[in-house]
Structures are given as structure tokens and as C-alpha cells.
């Protein structure tokens, strides 16, 4: 019952594939975040788009590349990762402009990414 | 310091209890308290937003002390279903993004 979704809900890849991530949301929201979660850890921020524009990169690896095609779409590409990148990766939206806001964010329900 | 601390549990109360989270953060200036909860292998749900004033949502309370810069949460007559981790999220300032604390993790036992 997310209004935040989010595909493939699993990925299984090798180190040498290229895969996408995708998450959508329909709440008009303007805002787009992409966070990683390891078990039994909170959230990590990745990455936080604002009016679709990249506004934070928390020094994440070049090995993931964002894309934020419209005010409804957040890609996450992946290429080369290694096995420590396997986690649940969340996308997550809010209303306002990402970091001006005291809206909550919302979150898709994650993909669950392996790295064999 | 952690920025946001929480006690990690777990907690393990019988159902019908009430139990309370604490969770503390250290800047001074935050201006944005959430409670979410996650259940195991999904995403962070949204439970209430903690105002100045305290608020309530059926059996939970959330309340906030900004002199002791903590906040708490409430759970009256504890359900089966409340089982889960528990994260206190803060927003510390104008344009920093939300932080999260490590999670307290409730399970009622029938």
C-alpha cells in the first residue's frame, strides 16, 4: 500500500553487470531521495534529489549513478559493485524542497540487491 | 556522540503492556522529530510526526523536551501486531537531511 514504488523488489547480479534500479511516486512530491540499509542498521543517505536536480551525494561510489528523469522517477544505476553492496536499497520522497523541509519522507518498500 | 542515540533493546513485554522508547539528540537547533516504524525486511513506515506539544494517535503518545533534547514514544495496550524496530528519526537543522537512530526493537509476546 506504498505510494512510493520501487523495482525489481530482488535483483541477484554478478560484479561485471549493469542493472537499474527504479522508484516512482505520484504524490507530487518534489524531493527524491535514494538511501542504503544493511540488516539490523538504519538508513544510510545515498543520494537526494531536489526539483530534480542532485542537491546531495554523501560520497557514494562511482559504481552508482543516479538519475532523476522527471519530478515522478528516480533511477539508480549500477555498475561493477562489489559483494559488501549488497542491501536493501530504499527510495524515499518528500514534499518540499529536500532539506528546507520539515515534511516526513515517505518510503517505497526497497529492492533487495545481491552481489554474487 | 551519536547525533540521534536510542536504546537498541530488544524489548520483549507481554501483550496488553505499555512500554515507552526514549531517544535522544545532540543538536540543539533540530526541528523535525518523526517516529517510524520497520518491520523485519521492509521499508520504514512513517508512525507519527512528534509536535512541541505532544501528540497522540490512538495507543500511541509521542512527546517531545526540547530542554533535555529527547523524545519518547508511548505504546498503551500492546498488540501482537506492534512488534518491530522502532526508529527515532530527527531533522537537525535547516537544510540537513533527516537523521536516523539506530532502532529499538519491540516484540510482544502473546
Known amino acids: 500500500d506504498t505510494e512510493v514504488t520501487q523495482t525489481p523488489k530482488h535483483l541477484v547480479m554478478g560484479m561485471t553487470n549493469k542493472k537499474s534500479l527504479k522508484c516512482e511516486q505520484h504524490m507530487g512530491h518534489r524531493a527524491m531521495y535514494w538511501y542504503k540499509q544493511k540488516a539490523k542498521k538504519p538508513p544510510e543517505l545515498m543520494f537526494v534529489y531536489s526539483y530534480e536536480k542532485l542537491s546531495i551525494n554523501e560520497s557514494v561510489p562511482s559504481r552508482f549513478s543516479p538519475e532523476c528523469p522527471n519530478s515522478s522517477l528516480l533511477n539508480l544505476h549500477l555498475h561493477a559493485l562489489q559483494p559488501e553492496d549488497s542491501a536493501l536499497y530504499l527510495c524515499a520522497s518528500s514534499q518540499d524542497a529536500a532539506g528546507l523541509s520539515n515534511q516526513p519522507q515517505h518510503f517505497g518498500d526497497g529492492t533487495r540487491l545481491s552481489i554474487l | ?110
Open chain 2, 1 to 110: 556522540r551519536k547525533e540521534v542515540e536510542q536504546d537498541p533493546g530488544p524489548f520483549n513485554v507481554p501483550e496488553g503492556a505499555t512500554v515507552a522508547f526514549n531517544c535522544t539528540y545532540s543538536n540543539s537547533a533540530s526541528q523535525s522529530f518523526f517516529w517510524y516504524r520497520q518491520d523485519c525486511r521492509k521499508e520504514p513506515k512513517l508512525l507519527m510526526s512528534v509536535y512541541s506539544s505532544g501528540n497522540e494517535d490512538g495507543r500511541f503518545t509521542a512527546q517531545l523536551n526540547r530542554a533535555s533534547q529527547y523524545i519518547s514514544l508511548l505504546i498503551r495496550d500492546s498488540k501482537l501486531s506492534d512488534s518491530a524496530t522502532y526508529l527515532c528519526v530527527v531533522k537537525p537543522g535547516s537544510a540537513r537531511q533527516l537523521t536516523f537512530g539506530s532502532g529499538t526493537q519491540l516484540t510482544v509476546l502473546p
